[in-house]
């Protein structure tokens, strides 16, 4: 069995049938490490001088058979490779033998993992095993020979379509592409299917992909048309179109594998890739709680107070992994409409069953009485952002709740503290701010009070991981992470339309930096009146200096008068406004701004850089646990572009004394911790790593 540490190829003693068995076993996901690599060298060479050897199985110890690279080490030098002693056709040395070998694989055969079964003469694969080449996640391409192989064995469409997604295949579509030559039955034994497999194939032709005639060419110019529109800014899309396009046109497999050869060369070089594999990392990294050491309580049932759209996208999300939900409404009129919303969402999915569908929906029922959550292990409150209201809620659920129920709160803003007194547990409460649709959206900011216990910090960051979720531990602050950030971002905006600059030149920067939407296409979307009482009750309405406050008064309050910063028809496209500039000028005029005409790249900064300088201030608070975790924030809650690393690592790659000469331009005071990472002459990445350990350090002290 693989236990952590273990980094090797072994072989078992020959059968009765001349079958050797050879298992990759480097823990935990089998991946291709130098001493993989020239193990199965090792082996293949062993093997090959035996001549009672008849045929081979090469499996996967432990839970799959190979997650492919060893993602960590790319772009580092690897150590020395050992020679076989003749030609390879396939990057382990597989395909050469005179042997049939067949592949056994069960989990998952992903990236580097599928191209070792690729380069295998058969694969027999475990009924519930998953095939995937996903490396364009990471910025790269299938870089041993994927994108040759895969077109050759499904076509150049198909193969494209699995390379470009990322996404996984089952055992069913790959015996129907012929990716692998039989499934091996649920409860059944793989490697004697394999090995039945190898027996019958004794002294017969040994088939190689490698062999196998190009496949028929597509369009391809047609197809990285549409990339650029699904994948934007990601230059791996395009690169493996290409590569799938040599693999069609090439007069030989080995010239279209020198142009799989040079794109990855490229890509793994590139700060596109740099950056999505940082956010590979660091996705997985959120949930990790640094010091944090009790085990997480087990949550079998959830109770969520508000149907309204996020308390039915948790329940969704709880649903979906076994957890039963019930949901409590004070409307009996609202419980109904959430449940049915609830019905209708999963009846739409594509991706689930009819069983599935049937089975999540089951999982959830509902009462207008609070009561009916007493006996749940987890309480989520998911109502309107109003302390007096949510104290109360809290109060309730605290008496009716059993003893070491978790009582969790949905605000985006509010002090949790202050909620949590509202109880007598309060090592049992703790914030969960979900981002909405919350069956869709995958981050999640678990927001730790003054006095959360370590146990609650613990579920509910193994819970958040459970039902999908991209995990942050964040301060308590108004705004938390994520929102407190996002005022910056959003202030920004409205100052640069008080200098005079339109709304479609402010959003045209954030898009074309990556972001999916303009900051002000987003205010027309919640509503430019949002908040707008509260700010006439503190007497600062003022529509002749503040821009959005003329845009109310014109009656322009967004897409739902449709018209705001933007005009809009039937379809909520923005079209650029004549009467909004109108209005946006005259407020310049009233504040005594003449408009000027600023570059693109000086509207990124104005944008970007007060809300990363905020960024700096958080980390330095305490109030996020990491760097990274920041970008994942904004990645997953804010659609910062992935294939820029978030706003801290872009942050690094902008270059730190930039970013601070630029606030400075700005009129900004530089973080504290900006300065200290400048005057160091480190990047945040660097920087952070060196005072944690110092820290770390000081405590033990």
């Known amino acids: 069995m693989s236990r952590p540490g273990t980094d090797t190829v072994t072989v078992e003693p020959i059968d009765g049938d001349g079958i050797a068995v050879v298992t990759l076993d480097h823990f935990p996901v089998n991946s291709l490490s130098s001493n993989v690599f020239n193990g199965c060298t090792r082996v293949i060479k062993q093997l090959e001088k035996n001549p009672a050897v008849k045929g081979v199985v090469v499996c996967g110890a432990g839970r799959m058979f190979c997650g492919g690279a060893d993602i960590s080490a790319f772009g580092q030098a690897s150590g020395p490779r050992e020679s076989l002693g003749r030609a390879m056709t396939d990057f382990l040395g597989f395909e050469g033998m005179q042997v049939p070998v067949v592949a056994a694989i069960h989990g998952f055969a992903l990236g580097g993992g599928l191209e070792a079964a690729l380069g295998c003469h058969y694969r027999v694969m475990d009924s519930g095993a998953k095939l995937g080449l996903p490396e364009v996640n990471i910025g790269l391409l299938p870089g041993g020979q994927g994108t040759q192989r895969l077109p050759r064995l499904i076509g150049a469409d198909a193969a494209i379509e699995m390379m470009t997604s990322g996404n996984h295949i089952t055992a069913k579509q790959a015996l129907h592409w012929k990716v692998v030559d039989s499934v091996a039955p649920a409860g ?51 690169a493996i179109v290409r590569c799938v396009e040599a693999a069609c046109t090439s007069s030989t497999f080995q010239a279209g594998d020198a142009t799989e050869k040079r794109e990855f060369a490229i890509l793994v070089k590139s700060p596109e890739s740099a950056a999505l594999r940082h956010m590979f990392f660091s996705e997985r990294a959120g949930s990790k709680v640094d010091g944090l050491k009790v085990k997480p309580a087990k949550i079998g049932t959830v109770g969520i107070i508000g149907a309204g759209l996020m308390g039915g996208g948790i329940a969704m999300s709880c649903a979906e992994v076994g957890i039963v939900v019930r949901i409590v409404d004070v409307s009996a009129k609202g419980l109904a409409r959430g449940l049915a919303l609830i ?36 309480v989520v409150e998911a109502v309107f952002e109003d302390m007096d209201v949510k104290k109360e809620i809290f109060a309730k659920l605290d008496k009716l709740c059993k003893p070491g129920a978790f009582l969790c709160s949905n605000t985006s803003a509010l002090d949790i503290d202050a909620i949590a007194a509202a109880t007598s547990r309060p090592e049992f409460v703790m914030g969960t701010h979900f981002f909405s649709p919350a069956n869709v959206m995958k981050l999640l900011e678990n927001v730790r009070g003054s006095k959360t216990s370590d146990l609650t910090i613990s579920t509910m960051m193994a819970w958040g991981k459970r039902i999908g979720k991209w995990c942050i531990l964040v301060g308590n602050c108004p705004g938390f992470v994520g929102n407190r950030m996002v005022n910056f971002y959003s202030n920004a905006a409205k100052s640069m ?79 650029p406004s004549k009467a909004a500039a109108d209005i946006i000028r005259t407020v310049a005029r009233n504040l005594g701004v003449q408009p000027t005409a600023v570059p693109e790249e000086e509207a990124l900064r104005l944008l970007l850089y007060p809300m990363i300088n905020e960024a700096f201030k958080i980390l330095d608070e305490g109030m996020a646990q990491r760097p990274s975790d920041v970008d994942v924030c904004y990645v997953h809650g804010y659609s910062f572009p992935r294939h820029r690393g978030g706003p801290l690592f872009y942050a690094d790659a902008v ?29 945040l990445a660097k920087h952070w790593v060196l005072r944690t350990k110092a820290a770390a350090s000081k405590s033990k002290m």
Do not use: W
Request: glycine share 10%; hydrophobic share 40%.
């Open 343 to 378: 019905k209708s969402n999963f009846e739409r999915s594509r991706r689930l069953t009819p069983a599935q569908k049937q089975l999540f929906i089951s999982r959830i029922t509902g009462s207008v009485d609070m009561a009916a959550v007493a006996d749940c292990d987890l």
């Open 655 to 683: 270059g730190l004394p930039v970013l601070m000469q630029s606030l400075g331009t700005m009129g900004i005071e530089p973080a504290p911790l900006l300065r200290e990472c400048v005057a160091a002459k480190r990047t």
């Open 188 to 238: 059944g034994s793989l490697v004697a299917a394999a090995k039945t497999l190898c027996k019958s194939k004794f002294g017969l032709p040994l088939p190689k992909v490698c062999d196998m005639p190009p496949p028929p060419a597509t369009d391809f110019a047609k197809v990285i048309g549409k990339l650029a529109k699904t994948r934007p800014g990601e230059i791996a899309p395009a």
């Open 497 to 575: 339309l008080e200098k005079g600059m339109l709304p479609e030149q402010i959003d045209g920067a954030a898009m074309n930096f990556g972001m999916r939407v303009g900051p002000l296409v987003m205010a027309d979307i919640v509503g430019i009146d949002l908040g707008i009482q509260a700010i006439k009750k503190r007497g600062q309405y003022d529509p002749r200096k503040v821009v959005s406050h003329a845009l109310i008064e014109a009656g322009r309050l967004g897409q739902k008068s449709n018209a705001g910063y933007y005009d809009y028809k039937g379809d909520r496209r923005p079209i």
